[in-house]
């Protein structure tokens, strides 16, 4: 038998999630038949536990516990532990650095890390967060998100510089985008980090979405040399990853 009130925390979730942009106290309640007294409560207690974020326009979006509960959710159902012994055969095959990452609301969030032992330093770390504009991992959800939920990042993003090889340009990104998804592998031509090049590709869940992304980086020079057998070994170990955890 299901609680009322832990229902509709659920069902409030749900609907923020689906949100990005964000939902005033009457647009959950009208969307979820809650009488607003009860909803504003609700969302009140909610907001006050971390669990929902507030703007300036009072629209609730989802909060940093959330995000702290998802990583920890992500990794009991294994994404990054089923796709670790691929990655670290993919790191051996391209004797580069090998990642993966998820998406958290609109940022990428690291959750695995191969190091080969010639790498190169890097900030990106397991647990850090990073912009989707500007990385290969990125890029890659970009590519192949939903075009609703993909419009719905850039139309908050704010495409800064972070070097100056960073695209700033939304129609330019948008057109670099569709090119990657035809490819089949995303692109980061030393637009994070300076000396960095990066291939990124998408995991896919059962229910065909991108669930995860995987990336090979270092030295450009390095990179580009091998360019062609590191996106092979890319997209095998992409296609593997996702077979692993229900994608047909």
Not at 135 to 146: D, I, M, Q, S
Not at 157 to 169: G, Q, V
Not at 193 to 220: M, N, R
């Amino acid at each position: 038998m299901s609680v009322k009130s832990a229902e509709r925390v659920l069902r409030v979730f749900e609907l923020v999630a689906h949100h990005p942009e964000g939902l005033t106290i009457k647009e959950i309640s009208e969307n979820l038949s809650f009488p607003q007294s009860s909803t504003s409560n609700l969302v009140g207690t909610l907001f006050e536990e971390g669990y929902l974020n507030q703007d300036s326009l009072k629209r609730y979006k989802l909060g940093p516990k959330l995000v702290q509960l998802g990583t920890l959710a992500m990794e009991s159902l294994d994404i990054s532990s089923q796709g670790t012994p691929h990655l670290k055969k993919l790191m051996e095959d391209v004797q580069e650095t090998v990642f993966m990452a998820v998406l958290s609301e609109r940022e990428l969030v690291y959750v695995a890390k191969i190091d080969n032992n010639r790498s190169i330093r890097t900030t990106a770390q397991p647990g850090y967060r990073k912009p989707l504009y500007c990385t290969g991992l990125g890029k890659a959800f970009l590519a192949f998100l939903p075009q609703n939920e993909k419009n719905a990042i850039l139309d908050y993003a704010e495409l800064s510089p972070i070097t100056k090889n960073t695209i700033t340009d939304r129609q330019e990104l948008e057109k670099e985008l569709k090119r990657f998804a035809g490819m089949g592998y995303s692109i980061d031509d030393e637009e994070n980090e300076e000396g960095l090049y990066c291939l990124a590709a998408p995991i896919f869940g059962a229910d065909h979405t991108i669930q995860a992304a995987i990336s090979v980086a270092g030295p450009k020079e390095r990179m580009i040399s091998r360019k062609e057998f590191i996106a092979d070994k890319l997209l095998q170990t992409s296609k593997e990853i996702s077979k692993s955890i229900g994608h047909s």
